[in-house]
């Protein structure tokens, strides 16, 4: 089954604790990214890989990194989190669905979501 | 402002009611248009896309696009108890690898058996 595996689901974690939430996709996209889901926010991307070895910064990245070491992994490293950081975080993948006369869309696989409290 | 608008409801509606679902967006630029659906505990799942304006149907789904006005509608026909989800739009101005995916807040949906 095609799919994005990312893990842990819920976490509940401390103010400096580093953590790490793990991301997978088995579709051998070359592009993958975070977002995080804030009420009010939407879904907001924090970092973004357009294939190995090469990474981006989103709309927000501030206390994140990530890294690209191979195509089915994108790790996303906390490394000093803070309660701003409580929040609901997406890892998706996207490919390209083109259509008849110019259309198409990119389309994101989401992973189910890793709900993250900083205390 | 931000660049997608969308009401965030919630929205409770009897089953078997036509739903409406609407964004605003203020980037003329934007061509690619796609709605997403997200169930509680769940992560987005892609319902339908569209190119430029116009109508797309699936099934029970309408989506509609009219540029001019820079609105987007999702309709659903003879809703079910299922379709209680959160439906998110999404718009890009093109498909490359390099071109963003902008995401309206979301509009949680309640169908009423």
């Known amino acids: 089954e095609a799919q994005v595996t990312q893990n842990p689901r819920y976490l509940i974690t401390v103010t400096g604790k580093k953590l790490t939430v793990t991301c997978s996709q088995n579709m051998n996209h070359e592009y993958m990214s975070w977002y995080r889901q804030d009420p009010g926010l939407g879904l907001r991307q924090i970092y973004y890989?357009?294939?190995?070895?090469?990474?981006d910064k989103g709309d927000v990245p501030e206390g994140y990194k990530v890294s690209r070491k191979e195509k089915r992994n994108f790790p996303l490293i906390l490394e000093s989190p803070s309660p701003n950081q409580t929040s609901l975080y997406f890892c998706?993948?996207?490919?390209?669905?083109?259509?008849?006369?110019?259309?198409?869309?990119?389309?994101?696989?989401f992973g189910a979501g890793s709900r993250l409290t900083v205390l | 402002q931000k660049e997608v608008e969308q009401d965030p409801g919630p929205l409770s509606v009897p089953e078997g009611a036509i739903v409406s679902l609407n964004c605003t967006y203020s980037n003329s630029a934007f061509q690619y248009f796609m709605w997403y659906r997200q169930y509680s505990r769940k992560g987005p799942e892609l319902l339908m896309y569209t190119y430029s304006s116009g109508n797309k149907e699936d099934g029970r789904f309408t989506a509609q696009v009219d540029k001019s006005s820079k609105y987007i509608s999702l309709f659903i026909r003879d809703s079910q108890p299922s379709d209680s989800a959160t439906y998110l739009c999404a718009m890009s101005g093109g498909y490359s690898s390099a071109s963003k995916i902008i995401f309206g807040s979301g509009t949680r949906l309640s169908i009423r058996p």
């Open positions: 890989s357009m294939n190995v070895e090469v990474t």
């Open positions: 998706a993948s996207r490919h390209l669905v083109v259509g008849i006369g110019g259309s198409g869309a990119n389309v994101l696989t």
